[in-house]
């Protein structure tokens, strides 16, 4: 037995806890429903929209970490990598958080 939340589990308390403090959270891309990765985009709000995804680390913790960022000369590239994950995994889902600080709600999902 894992003790990992199934991630339409994970999702769903994602979305609501972004629109519980006012923002607005979408699923861009469904994944596989227990065991999917998972990654959230948090739009700029005037900055770079940021891909965060888990990175395991050598205590065994698995923090979102910022992998990719907007480029602003070139703003279609972050998308362009966003389509190409999917078609390389089509087991992830690929969560948009629009809310400021949205960076707050990935540091929620430890796990």
């Known amino acids: 037995m894992t003790d990992r939340l199934p991630t339409h589990i ?43 995804e888990r990175m395991p680390q050598m205590d065994g913790s698995r923090p979102f970490t910022v992998t990719r960022e907007q480029d602003i000369d070139n703003p279609l590239k972050f998308n362009e990598y966003l389509t190409k994950r999917r078609q390389q995994d089509p087991d992830i889902w690929i969560v948009e958080l629009d809310i400021a600080d949205a960076e707050r709600f990935a540091a929620l999902q430890h796990k």
Request: a neutral charge.
């Open 10 to 52: 994970e999702v769903s308390g994602l979305i609501l806890a972004v629109q519980n403090a006012g923002g607005f959270a979408t699923v861009l891309a469904k994944g596989e429903r227990d065991a999917g990765t998972l990654l959230i985009v948090t739009l700029g709000r005037g900055g770079p929209d940021r891909l965060y």
